[in-house]
């Protein structure tokens, strides 16, 4: 049985993982704490070894920013696989607008603004999806630390890693809007997978990691 801990991304929770096969192994969700101002991605990875034990030789699963985390965390340990979902590997993989949000910073303004409308980000981000889908997309974001999200913009923007850890694996979409898959090097594509789909391609997204976590 391999101890495999999860890592969601931004204005998400374990919760997100809801629908991904993971029986017979021991699970860890990992929650987010709170950051100080200074941290970086690498910091905060160092935060979350200690704040959940995580063990070496143990498997990483990360959604999104998750991934960024997971990367970060295996550069510091030694795990036996990491998996990235709907994520980047390093700086080279992250779209060209993360320098236009660095230097600009109206993406901070608009979410900020519209931080007290869940339901409308939701919409803006992922598009049009059920309603009982869209009530756990809002919980998830509204029940996400408002702290911990200012942090997390900043920190994402000013990621600089170059270095790839071993065993990685990569799945991505290629219709992700938030993390475009052009840039992406090494990673199996799902056809018209979009950003959530770690919730709603979740059946084929379960057959590729199955040989993975037997292996």
Known sequence: MSRIYLLPGLGADYRIFQNIDLQGHEVINISWVEPEKQDTLATFAHKLIKEFNILPDSILIGNSLGGMFAIEIAKKIKTDKVILISSIKTIKEAPLSFQLYKYIPLYHIVLTKLMGAARLIIKLIFGDMPKAEQDLFVSMLQNTSPVFIQ????????????????????I??????????????????????THIMIFDRAKEINEWLKPILSA
Request: hydrophobic share 35%; glycine share 8%; charged share 30%.
């Open 172 to 193: 991505h979409g290629d219709k992700d809007n938030v993390l475009p898959h052009k840039r992406i090097k090494d990673v199996t594509i799902i056809k018209g997978g």
């Open 151 to 170: 942090w997390a913009k900043k920190a994402i923007l000013n990621w600089d890693n170059e270095t790839i850890p071993p065993n990685v694996y990569h």
